[in-house]
T-cell receptor, first 115, second 115 residues
Framework: DVKVTQSSRYLVKRTGEKVFLECVQDMDHENMFWYRQDPGLGLRLIYFSYDVKMKEKGDIPEGYSVSREKKERFSLILESASTNQTSMYLC??????????????FGPGTRLTVT | KQEVTQIPAALSVPEGENLVLNCSFTDSAIYNLQWFRQDPGKGLTSLLLIQSSQREQTSGRLNASLDKSSGRSTLYIAASQPGDSATYLCAVRIGGSSNTGKLIFGQGTTLQVKP
């Protein structure tokens, strides 16, 4: 079974702090994704990565950056956390797929609260 | 721009009932459609994946259909049980600037099955 794990289930940070959210997958997938989920807005793509050190912006990248130094690990970084970044953050992975037919596998999520 | 809509937003049924959840999308140019389940405060669990060339997929009591030309998918749940209570999300995979494509999510249908 594919396993996607996230470093924390719940996280509370203060405004202005630098925040790291970590995601690890154990299936040697090339693609990894970060989403945030908010009531009324659904899931929105922040960033994704299709290879080590490669990244692309999603729909809402402002205020975030990412790092992928190893294939299995994809980090989401909030350079200076703000209250409007309070949300549920979900990581996902999928195999490389030129036909774009593979499904995405999701982690358990990190509930981040910024006070 | 692709938009995904799920109706109804919430549904409450007695145990044992068969039910249908609806998903519609505005652009038929999709690679696949995926149905997910999300329990409160948790991540997403993939239920079924339908490729664009397929008409339906089945897993246990679940059956998902896809009509690309009309931009519709349905998730049929047979003999519902209280354990089926969750939010059900559909997502379509569309092309993107890289090899990954991207998922566009609906807002979800929250299902409650009463004993």
């Amino acid at each position: 079974d594919v396993k996607v794990t996230q470093s924390s289930r719940y996280l509370v940070k203060r405004t202005g702090e630098k925040v790291f959210l970590e995601c690890v997958q154990d299936m040697d997938h090339e693609n990894m994704f970060w989403y945030r989920q908010d009531p009324g807005l659904g899931l929105r793509l922040i960033y994704f990565s299709y290879d080590v050190k490669m990244k692309e912006k999603g729909d809402i990248p402002e205020g975030y950056s990412v790092s992928r130094e190893k294939k299995e690990r994809f980090s989401l970084i909030l350079e200076s956390a703000s209250t409007n970044q309070t949300s549920m953050y979900l990581c996902a992975s999928s195999p490389f797929d030129a036909g774009r037919s593979y499904e995405q596998y999701f982690g358990p999520g990190t509930r981040l609260t910024v006070t | 721009k692709q938009e995904v809509t799920q109706i109804p937003a919430a549904l409450s049924v007695p145990e044992g009932e068969n039910l249908v959840l609806n998903c519609s999308f505005t652009d038929s140019a999709i690679y696949n459609l995926q149905w997910f389940r999300q329990d409160p405060g948790k991540g997403l669990t993939s239920l079924l994946l339908i490729q664009s060339s397929q008409r339906e997929q089945t897993s246990g009591r679940l059956n998902a259909s896809l009509d690309k030309s009309s931009g519709r998918s349905t998730l049929y749940i047979a003999a519902s049980q209280p354990g089926d209570s969750a939010t059900y999300l559909c997502a379509v995979r569309i092309g993107g600037s890289s090899n990954t494509g991207k998922l566009i999510f609906g807002q979800g249908t929250t299902l409650q099955v009463k004993p």
